[in-house]
């Protein structure tokens, strides 16, 4: 019996006033430091319409910031080319007409256009991935789990310090971090958000963590905390096969430390 193929979706991340940001940020700041206006499209104007691309570039090469419209397949890919990062909006689009791609084994999951339907708005935290909503809910505690691993810190200072060392310890000789999460972020297509959410994560936690007068120490073991923790929310579906990685995976989590992980959904 045939396997069914599942259909190809196309996404596209825009701004979250639903403008779509230049394919190429390095070109766009030096178009910009001349004093020109880049073209962009809102697409919450055309949801369910076809549009044309305002300025189309070469196909598919182009000296243009924004030269065509840049799909993804792989919607943990998307945040890798949005200038702002985070937040975004997300948009299931169909590339009509010519289509096109830079080659090579490095973009597999991209595809070029000059015009596309705008089949509706989705949601979000699928720019991080399938767990996109797990490591949303957990950037959303951040904040409060850093100002308590702070008081922690604070309370007994003593303690914690070789409990945290211990476990910190742990993460580099096995690179959880660099190796596993980065590893298997890669073979599932969400380097890009993998990368954004250790950025968020690390920038809530340091700001939590600064807040409560907590010493340099302190802040910069709360922000290893936290990358750890986003990245073994978003590959908790990945490194789970055998003990070995699911020690890892619980490393990440934050195996060894008083306070318990947040739940995963």
Known sequence: MARSTRPVVH?????PDGTVPPTDEYLARY?????????????????GQVVDHPTPGEKWYTDSPFGYFHMYTRPGEILERI???WPVRLWIVEPLGETGNWGGDFHPFWLMSHQIRVVQETEAWRAFGHRGAQVLATLAQLPDLAR?????????????RPIYKAWEKRVNHTRALTSWA???AQYSRREAGLQAAEQLADDAAAQAATITGADSETVAAIRLRARCLVAGQLL????????????IRALLLGAGLDTPAPALA
Do not use: M
Not at 148 to 160: I, K, M, N, R, S
């Open 11 to 15: 996404y596209i991340a825009t701004r």
């Open 31 to 47: 178009h910009r430091a001349q004093g020109e206006t880049i073209s962009t499209v809102d697409l919450a104007e055309y949801v």
């Open 236 to 247: 908790h579906d990945r490194i789970r096969n055998g003990d070995y990685e699911k020690s």
């Open 182 to 184: 980065f590893c298997r």
């Open 83 to 85: 200038e702002e990062g």
């Open 148 to 160: 308590q691993w702070a008081d922690e810190w604070a309370t007994d200072p003593e303690g914690t």
